[in-house]
DNA sequence: TATTGTTATACTCTATAACTATA
DNA sequence: TATAGTTATAGAGTATAACAATA
């Protein structure tokens, strides 16, 4: 409905319906980075939304995915550190992901209150598909920015983080 | 809290109390720019809503705030499509902005369907140090990128929006 | 028929507190 | 006392649907 929205909206500006919402100033606005930035991530969020559909995967929990897939064994707390994820948030959005079988969750030895995160097979299946569709979701997004930009945006934010 | 919560971690770490999540291995995240995007987003809002805590402003009223100022008399259909805003939470944000009496909403003489917006004086005068603050943060998230990259960056995603 | 603005509902994400079981 | 994980609640933001008034 998004992409009905859009269309309607291109249809009726050009027949000139309402007053064109495209003229407005942004005003001080445009000297803030961070309105930018918004605006790129929400873009880049429902582009990733809506190409992972088939595997009904969202941002945070393919984190998750890639994170215990390149850690496995840590626990829910570092996870949830590493991703700045609360650990009550975690907790919920695991809970999903274990209901998938697509990650487990065992005992850790050395410390019965933690959890030690691992994928399962069909997780780990499940993940090969998944990062078909989350490549191309930055493919979509480099054509967004240009390869120079995506590349160069990329070594930045790396950095930063 | 957040910082309360950054301290802690920090005193822990150096203790060497918790496994170091630090080490724990980004994987195929680490080519996706929108992570990166996405966390900078994260730093850049909290920022925002921590230096305007003076004024209690959240980064949604404050675009809506200055949207409003540079375009006085347009409709929430506009403002709303300009910023990308649902016109059910434009309803909802403008209710709030005019029950702090800094926003106006007056009969729009042409179509009896919308509301023309405006800022009271009361607003204007609030804006002048919503500005300050804002101005403050900008200063912040500058620091945190560097100059060279901070200009750059709004250059490119001025230039994408 | 379509648009403006409103209210209502549902879901995600964030923040916080309270609880248990461990340490 | 402090930490790991869970559950619950509240708020912001997003997405829809339905509605009244108007075009």
Not at 15 to 31: E, I
């Amino acid at each position: 409905m998004k992409r009905r929205r859009a269309k309607r909206s291109a249809a009726a500006a050009k027949k000139g319906r309402f007053p064109a919402a495209d003229t407005l100033a942004l005003g001080q606005l445009d000297n803030h980075l961070g309105y930018f930035v918004r605006r790129l991530q929400i873009w880049i969020f429902q582009d990733f939304i809506r190409t992972l559909a088939p595997m009904k995967v969202r941002p945070a929990q393919y984190s998750v995915l890639l994170i215990v897939e390149a850690n496995p064994g840590r626990t829910q707390a570092s996870v949830g550190q590493k991703l700045g994820i609360e650990r009550a948030r975690l907790a919920r959005l695991l809970h999903e992901l274990e209901r998938r079988k697509w990650v487990a969750r065992h005992a850790n030895g050395s410390d019965a209150r933690s959890h030690s995160l691992y994928l399962t097979v069909e997780g780990e299946k499940a993940l090969v598909k998944i990062k078909q569709l989350a490549e191309q979701h930055e493919l979509n997004l480099r054509a967004l920015l240009g390869q120079k930009r995506h590349r160069q945006s990329l070594d930045w934010l790396r950095d930063f983080a």
